[in-house]
């Protein structure tokens, strides 16, 4: 078979294919690099939690401080806590100018990762014009759920309501997934 028996509708699929997978490529890169420099601490005077910009990029998410605000010593903790202090000294004390400048970042990249995965792993239709729009469109809706659910989840302690919480964000994309898709649809009937 030679390349010019292709049909346009083969040529379509197969352009369809490689942009889905883009996006999926580009959704797993964005976990990994979401993964690497976004962390949470937890604040050792309040025990507020606060999502951060990691400095350098760390596998450890989840900070906090085994001395929190009392008279302890490091010499005090066990070898463990020793090593969770030191962590903590490293990625959040004296960085604070740092996090509160790049305190957006976290929730941006936590949401450009979950946009480009839901775009990577639905089924798209790409054959209308302007479909680019649906992208920020996703984004920019999704960003408003996630401001309020990072909220919420922040402020549990407790990890099965985190997992529902996280269910429920991913839930929410792919619905707006859907209904930016159905939109773009209705638009060019």
């Known amino acids: ?90 990625f959040i004390n004296g960085k604070y100018e740092f996090i509160e400048k790049t305190g957006y970042l976290p929730i941006l990249l936590i949401q450009l990762t979950l946009t480009f995965l839901s775009f990577g792993l639905f089924k798209q239709h790409f054959k209308y014009p302007n479909y680019w729009l649906q992208i920020p469109s996703h984004f920019l809706i999704c960003l408003v759920f996630l401001f309020v659910l990072t909220f919420f989840m922040l402020a549990i302690d407790h990890w099965a309501l985190l997992v529902l919480l996280g269910i429920i964000l991913a839930g929410i994309n792919f619905w707006i997934y859907i209904l930016v898709s159905m939109l773009r649809k209705e638009s060019h009937s």
Do not use: N
């Open 1 to 90: 078979m030679c390349a010019s028996s292709v049909s346009g509708f083969e040529m379509y699929e197969f352009k369809t294919t490689m942009k889905k997978k883009g996006f999926l490529i580009t959704g797993i890169i964005s976990f990994i690099i979401t993964w690497l420099f976004v962390g949470i601490y937890r604040d050792p005077e309040f025990q507020h939690s606060h999502f951060f910009f990691k400095y350098t990029p760390s596998f450890k998410v989840s900070f906090f401080s085994p001395i929190g605000m009392d008279d302890k010593k490091i010499t005090d903790l066990s070898p463990e806590k020793q090593q969770e202090e030191k962590i903590f000294q490293r």
